[in-house]
C-alpha cells in the first residue's frame, strides 16, 4: 500500500449541522485511518461544543473544533450576502486556520454518507496541483453568467495546503471576493475561479453525486463517497431512495428513535416542510429560540437545508 499523505480532515458547520457532522465522524471512523478531524463551526458556543462531541461519542481520531466567527467575518462582501449559509465560506481559510504540520486536508460538505474504506483517497499524491477533484458538477456557470467548461463540485475537495500558502491563494481569494461577489454558487464558483486548471480529476465514485441524472450511472456499484447534493437531503426526505434510508439509519443511531417515532414518518417530515413553507422566517425563528428544549427534544431544530 501507497503511504498514507491525508490525515486530516476538514469539515465546515452551524448549529444546524450537528447531527449530520455526527454522522460523518462516525463513518470517518469505520471507513478511514485518519488523525484528526477538523471542525469549523460558525455561531460556536460552549453547549454546542458538548452536544457535537456527545454525539460524535468516542471515536479514534482526534476531534478539534473551531470557532470561524471572527474570521469568517472579515472576509470581504460577505455581509451582502445576508441569507446565504456563508459558513460555506470556512473552507476559504483553511490554509490559514489549520496548523502549519497540515500538507493536504480532505474537505467534505456533510451532506454525504461513506459506505466504504476510504484509505484509497487519503493516499492521492497532489505534487504540485492546488487540489484534487473527484467530480464535475452540472451546474458549470461563473458569476457573470459564462459557461465554465470544466466545472467541479466543492463537496469533496483534496486541498494541498502548502501549494495554498506558497501561493498565497488566501490573498487571491479575498481579492476575488471583493470583485465578484455574490455568486450563485458561493464558494463553490469562487473555488472554481481560483483553481483555474491547476487541479486534477479523480474517480467520480469520491464524489458521487445523488441526483436524477446520475440516478442509473453506470458508476453505481462503484460507489464510495455519496453526495446528497441539491434538495433532496437525506434528513429531509428519509425515505427517498435506499442510500437516504441509509443515511437516516445512521442518523437514528445517533438521535434515538422513541421520542421521535412520528417524525421518522414521512408524514411528519412533510409537515415539518409545510410548517417550514408557511411559518415566515422571523416567526419561525422566534419559536425556535424560545421553545427550544421542547423543540429539540423532537429533533425538529436539525431539519435545515443545505447544499
Ligand atoms: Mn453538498
Not at 152 to 171: T, Y
Not at 188 to 202: A, H, K, S, T
Request: aromatic content about 10%; charged content about 25%; overall charge neutral.
Amino acid at each position: 500500500m501507497r503511504p498514507q499523505l491525508t490525515s486530516d480532515v476538514l469539515i465546515n458547520i452551524d448549529s444546524n449541522f450537528i447531527v449530520q457532522s455526527a454522522v460523518l465522524a462516525r463513518n470517518l471512523n469505520q471507513y478511514a485511518s485518519i488523525e484528526t478531524l477538523h471542525v469549523f463551526f460558525a455561531g460556536l458556543t460552549a453547549d454546542l461544543e458538548a452536544e457535537m462531541k456527545m454525539m460524535i461519542g468516542e471515536v479514534k481520531f482526534e476531534v478539534v473544533i473551531y470557532d470561524i466567527d471572527k474570521p469568517l467575518m472579515q472576509l470581504p462582501n460577505l455581509h451582502s450576502n445576508r441569507g446565504i449559509p456563508f459558513v460555506t465560506f470556512g473552507k476559504m481559510l483553511a490554509a490559514s486556520l489549520l496548523p502549519g504540520r497540515v500538507k493536504q486536508v480532505l474537505y467534505l460538505d456533510v451532506d454525504i454518507d461513506i459506505l466504504d474504506n476510504i484509505d484509497e483517497l487519503l493516499c492521492v499524491k497532489l505534487f504540485s496541483t492546488i487540489a484534487a477533484v473527484p467530480a464535475i458538477a452540472e451546474v458549470g456557470v461563473d458569476s457573470s453568467g459564462n459557461r465554465i467548461e470544466s466545472y467541479f463540485s466543492a463537496g469533496v475537495l483534496l486541498i494541498n495546503l502548502e501549494k495554498w500558502r506558497e501561493n498565497s491563494m488566501d490573498l487571491a481569494a479575498i481579492q476575488l471576493m471583493r470583485d465578484r461577489l455574490p455568486m450563485k454558487y458561493q464558494e463553490q464558483d469562487l473555488l472554481n475561479i481560483l483553481f483555474e486548471n491547476n487541479y486534477c480529476m479523480l474517480h467520480q465514485k469520491w464524489n458521487f453525486q445523488v441526483d436524477a441524472r446520475l440516478r442509473n450511472d453506470p458508476l453505481d456499484n462503484q460507489k464510495v463517497i455519496v453526495h446528497f447534493a441539491g434538495g433532496y437531503k437525506p434528513w429531509l426526505y428519509p425515505v427517498a431512495s435506499d442510500l437516504h434510508r441509509e443515511w437516516r439509519r445512521k442518523q437514528l443511531e445517533i438521535i434515538g428513535t422513541d421520542s421521535k417515532k412520528w417524525i421518522e414518518s414521512s408524514v411528519g417530515y412533510s409537515l415539518l416542510r409545510v410548517y417550514r413553507i408557511l411559518v415566515p422566517h422571523s416567526i419561525a425563528k422566534w419559536v425556535r429560540i424560545n421553545f427550544k428544549p421542547l423543540l429539540f427534544g423532537l429533533g425538529v431544530n436539525k431539519l435545515k437545508d443545505s447544499r
